[in-house]
């Protein structure tokens, strides 16, 4: 399948917002969404992916990667991938796959990131088969809200 790869954009806010609803209970506060969209897109240490089917135009998936400091060993950055999402529609054609190689072809040219963790809801059994598949490990943290 053909995808356009590229940065979130002002205009992407409203099928963001259908995509992410695959993984939240609740649509996103407009407001508060496009200030954080415009906050990210100033960062150059966030990457707000989309996927794009560019035969009909549907915003059908996107991930979040943030490249973060280390301080042990060789001081190499990692990154971190969250809000992974893909449309219904387009899961098991190779979206999901595609974003993250991506976001880590990102993440190895642009900051040399030497490992990559991922965060996933517990209840996400199908997504985290699709992870393992595409070599992560399953390590469970710990997780307090504030």
């Not at 998936?61 to 280390?70: I, K, M, P, Q, W």
């Not at 880590?104 to 809801?121: N, T």
Request: a negative charge; charged letters at 30%.
């Amino acid at each position: 399948m053909e995808l356009i790869l590229r940065k979130a954009e002002p205009q992407d806010l409203e099928a963001l917002d259908q995509v992410m609803l695959v993984i939240s209970d609740n649509k996103a506060d407009p407001e508060k969404a496009a200030a954080l969209l415009r906050h990210i897109s100033g960062d150059p240490q966030k990457y707000l992916l989309v996927a794009v089917d560019p035969e009909t135009g549907t915003l059908c998936g996107s991930l979040l990667g943030v490249v973060f400091e280390d301080i042990c060993d060789t001081c190499r950055p990692i990154l971190l991938v969250e809000n992974v999402a893909v449309l219904e529609a387009y899961q098991g054609k190779g979206v999901g796959r595609r974003m993250f190689q991506e976001v880590e072809r990102w993440a190895k040219e642009e900051w040399d990131c030497h490992y990559e963790i991922l965060v996933s809801g517990n209840q996400r059994t199908g997504a985290h088969q699709f992870y393992r598949a595409l070599g992560f490990d399953e390590v469970k943290g710990f997780k307090k809200y504030l």
